[in-house]
């Protein structure tokens, strides 16, 4: 089965930019989407398709996707950035998604 | 606006069952499939299955077949889940999702605010 690979912990200082990256076989092929959930809270869709965002979601979220290796960058980070945040594909073939282990942001 | 409206928490022994709803309000019901997604205590999200609201088709997660039941009732646009045999490792937090996009790429635009499960003799 599709595997995603994230590292556990990410931390940046405040203003400054953090990337979250999301490892999968030739997962440029595939459409990556990104969740943040701060605790205690159910996740927040915050890019689909790779590169887009959602109503509501500051510009200074962003995504990309090549080769084997898709990354959420969050500019000018700030302390209510601090979540952990999951990948997500479609596995069309079984019809089901998987998730990535998820990241915890922390803002130093 | 949509909204996903589940039910309350719940406490089960183990072997008992449990029947989480989601009521979604907002969209119209048949048109978008909903997935059920938990989370351990301190851990990740596990898919656990989803059901096409619209012919109630479902597909479950390996892990949980012969043990769960996803059903909608469009009348109403409630979504449930039935979970049944509950084990300890149960324990968690059951979310329902909104399924979005192209039927090769889903994602989830919309999530219930979660309903805790613990399952303790």
């Known amino acids: 089965s599709y595997v995603l690979t994230q590292p556990p912990s990410v931390s940046v200082a405040p203003g400054q930019t953090a990337r979250i990256t999301c490892e999968g076989n030739n997962i440029g092929s595939k459409s990556v989407h990104w969740y943040q959930q701060k605790p205690g809270q159910a996740p927040l869709l915050v890019v689909y398709?790779?590169?887009d965002r959602p109503s509501g979601i500051p510009e200074r979220f962003s995504g990309s996707n090549s080769g084997n290796t898709a990354t959420l960058t969050i500019s000018r980070v700030a302390a209510g950035d601090e979540a952990d945040y999951f990948c997500?594909?479609?596995?069309?073939?079984?019809?089901?998604?998987?998730f990535g282990g998820g990241t915890k942001l922390t803002v130093l | 606006q949509v909204h996903l409206v589940q039910s309350g928490a719940e406490v089960k022994k183990p072997g008992a069952s449990v029947k989480v709803s989601c009521k979604a309000s907002?969209?119209?019901?048949?048109?978008?499939?909903i997935s059920w997604v938990r989370q351990a205590p301190g851990q990740g999200l596990e898919w656990m299955g989803w059901?096409?609201?619209?012919?109630?088709?479902?597909n479950y997660a390996q892990k949980f077949q012969g043990r769960v039941t996803m059903t909608t009732e469009t009348s109403t646009s409630i979504a449930y889940l039935d979970l049944r045999s509950l084990r300890s490792d149960d324990t968690a937090v059951y979310y329902c999702a909104r399924h979005q996009g192209d039927f090769s790429a889903y994602y989830f635009d919309y999530w219930g605010q979660g309903t805790l499960v613990t399952v303790s003799s």
């Open positions: 398709d790779d590169t």
């Open positions: 907002g969209y119209t019901f048949i048109s978008y499939g």
């Open positions: 997500q594909v479609w596995e069309s073939s079984a019809d089901h998604p998987v």
């Open positions: 059901i096409n609201a619209h012919n109630g088709n479902t």
